[in-house]
Structures are given as C-alpha cells and as structure tokens.
C-alpha cells in the first residue's frame, strides 16, 4: 500500500515518495445536481445509507436518486448503517449487492457512511469476510484476490475527509476492534462534495465532525512520512478550520463557513492519502471500539489536550508544532504549546471543551485495557509518530484526558 511503501522509503532516508490519488472530485454547492452530467460506473448501484432519518427526511436520497433516474442508472437502497460501522452490516451491505446484481457502489452520507461503501465494494467481489483481508488485530491479513466494485461517495458531513482517500474504517463488534484498511482499488473513483448537503448538521455534530478533519491535518503534519505534498494540505485544512469552524457550528446554514468546513474536510482526507494519522487516532479507535455510541470526534477532542501537550513536551516537534498553532489562528506563536493553548480555545469557543469519558459509560479501571487495544489493532500509526509513545506514555494521556 501507499503508506508502506513511503513508511520503508522513511527508514532507509531515501527522499522518495508516491503520490496517488485517482479520484475525480466534483466540489461545490449544489454539486450534487450535476451527478447525472458525470460518467457513472455501472448500470445499477448499491445506494449506502445510516440508518438514521436525515438522509431521507432533509431530501438528500430523493436528490440522489432523481439524479439517478436522469443518469439510467437502477439502484437498490441498504439503510442500516451504524455512526460507528461494523463488520455485520459490511456482510449484509455486500450481500446485497451480490444478489441484486449491483455494479457499483454509492455512499451518501458521512465518514461511516461511505467507510462502509468502500468495505461492501471489497466484499461483494471477494469471499469471506472483511476480517479476513484486516491486517491487525485478529485479521487474516489475506490479499484482495478480485477488485472491488467502483465506490462514488457523497459526502453530507465534514469530517473523516474518506471522499479523497482509501481508507476505511470498521468495528468487530464480538472483539472490540476497530481496524482501518486500504489500497489503491479502494479509493472513490468519484466523489460529490455538495457543502449544501451539511447545512443541517446540528451544531454538536458539528463540532465533533471539524475536529476529526482538523486532527487528520495535524496528525498528517506531524507524521514521520509528512511530505511536501501532505504538508500544504495539512496546512490549508487547518487555516480553514480556524477560521470558520466556529461560525458553522454556531450559524449552521452560514454556507460560507460550510464550504470552508467542506473544503477541510476534503484537503484532510488528500493528507490521510499523501501522509496519515499517527497514535492519537489508535488511542481514540480503542475508546470507541469499547463504547460504540462515543463519536469518534469527540474522543478525539477529549485526549487531544494531553496527547499534543506530551509532544509539545518531547520537543520533537517544536517548529511544526507553531506552523500549526499560526494556522490555527494564533499569529503570534512561538513554542510548540501555543498549539495546545489555540487548541483549547477552539474547543472553547466551539462549545466542546467539558466533554467527558464518564458521560459515555468509559470508567478508569477500563484505560490500561484500551491502551492495549490500541497497541494491538492499530500498531502501525504508532510506528509512524514523531516520539516514541511507551504504554505508560499512552496510559498517562488516558489517565489526564479522564473524568
């Protein structure tokens, strides 16, 4: 994959990187009325959806498939996906488009949304389960042996940025593993980014969804493979965020602020493509790996306090550390925790700062259990930290981040 091979080139110091990102992006307002204008590939698409109300009652799925009766295209509709997905509705998602003859895949709606889009045109192709072909935890590790199905992703959130990426990521319920997995035959071969579409994400949501592509952009700028090219995405995601994630989370239909948000949210998924995460987002997968209802952004924003202040304290990272917090807004920084000092007024300002584990059934007793979680199924974004995080360093973070 593309992040193993610059992860290799990273440890010999070799000055080679790959730079691949196939999909075709349509950006805008009302982007989503020219769908039909695109070469769509197949004749009858598996059309993924939550399983929650939004996408039907705000007319996102009726503008889809009008677009679709334009465009000739026949679909079927799977509706049971989870804010946090799962390898079960994976199973049943391929399934689905197996027996009804569907040629690709459409994810409308957020990260989880089209994550799952891209694991059900793995599996609809391929036999077993997802879990055979996961390379952490309790995966089989196999290889693809059939390309997936095409993926178009629509995206209605700001957030996991997975509309300009190839990763995806699931929850094994029976084992509490939440695993991210890719290749090159995983990214989206088109995708809509109608900011439109997330004027009526509630202000919460908001928050929790701005922060996640805000700590991709971080994440990606701090990593050890950080390159150029991820590099000016990183920091473009974040000027954006600081400047108008706090309008859109306080005046949602401020289309303005959304197309910033929007916009973010897609230059992070292209660092998740050119760069990665690092641990911070292994430390949240195990958080909601053991308690599902916690948003992925909102565990994000709850250790993210204690995890930038240990780098800041590491001195691994100080230069970076300051680009970020200028990006963020802070003009005037000059060590590395004036990031954590922007940081924390962003999440002020945003509303988001009082959040807490308890409030979502996490207990004290339960943090040296995640840390192992975290260290078994998402090892490698540990590989690619500019620190080396020991368990105790990752316990002290849980045990700051906890009340």
């Known amino acids: 994959m593309i992040r193993q091979y610059l992860e290799n080139k990273h440890k010999e110091n070799v000055m080679i990187s790959t730079h691949y990102l196939p999909t075709k992006i349509i950006f805008g307002s009302h982007s989503l009325s020219h769908l039909a204008e695109q070469k769509l590939p197949g004749k009858k698409a598996l059309v993924v959806i939550s399983s929650g109300k939004s996408t039907r009652s705000h007319g996102y799925l009726a503008q889809l498939e009008e677009q679709l009766n334009k465009a000739q295209v026949s679909w079927e509709v799977f509706d049971r996906i989870l804010p946090n997905p799962v390898l079960r509705h994976v199973t049943e998602g391929s399934e689905l ?10 994810g409308l709606g957020g990260g989880s949304v089209i994550d799952s889009a891209k694991g059900i045109a793995m599996m609809a192709t391929n036999e077993g389960t997802l879990w055979d072909y996961i390379s952490g935890g309790s995966g089989k590790g196999k290889s693809l042996e059939n390309k997936p199905l095409p993926v178009v992703a629509i995206t209605t ?36 980014v109608d900011p439109t579409l997330m004027l009526t994400v509630p202000p919460q ?32 995601a974040i000027r954006l965020i600081g400047r108008s994630l706090e309008t859109a989370v306080k005046d949602g239909k401020n289309l303005k602020a959304r197309e910033d948000m929007a916009m973010a949210n897609t230059l992070a998924g292209m660092v998740e493509t050119f760069s990665g995460c690092i641990s911070e987002h292994s430390l949240e997968h195990a958080m909601s790996a053991f308690h599902p209802e916690l948003p992925h952004g909102a565990g994000l924003i709850m250790i993210s306090v204690a995890y930038f202040t240990h780098i800041a304290n590491t001195h691994v990272a100080d230069q970076r550390m300051v680009d970020m917090a200028k990006a963020l807004g802070k003009t005037d920084a000059q060590e590395a925790m004036d990031f954590v000092h922007a940081l924390k007024d962003l999440q002020k300002a945003c509303g988001v700062d009082q959040l807490k584990m308890s409030d979502y059934g996490i207990t004290e007793s339960e943090l040296p259990s995640m840390v192992q979680n975290a260290r078994e199924n998402m090892a490698g974004l540990f590989q690619v930290d500019p620190m080396t995080l020991s368990d105790e360093d990752c316990l002290a973070i849980y045990k700051a981040s906890f009340r």
Request: hydrophobic residues 35%; proline residues 3%.
């Open 157 to 192: 959130t700001a957030g996991t940025g997975t509309e300009a990426d190839p990763w995806l990521v699931i929850t094994k319920e029976e084992t509490n593993e939440k695993i991210g997995t890719g290749n090159d035959d995983t990214f989206p071969v088109l995708s809509i």
């Open 97 to 106: 488009a197996r027996t009804s003859g569907c040629d690709f895949v459409i």
């Open 205 to 236: 949501l908001t928050a929790y969804q701005g922060f996640d592509a805000l700590f991709h952009s971080t994440e990606g700028y701090l990593n050890k493979i950080a390159n150029t090219f991820s590099d000016i995405h990183s920091l473009e």
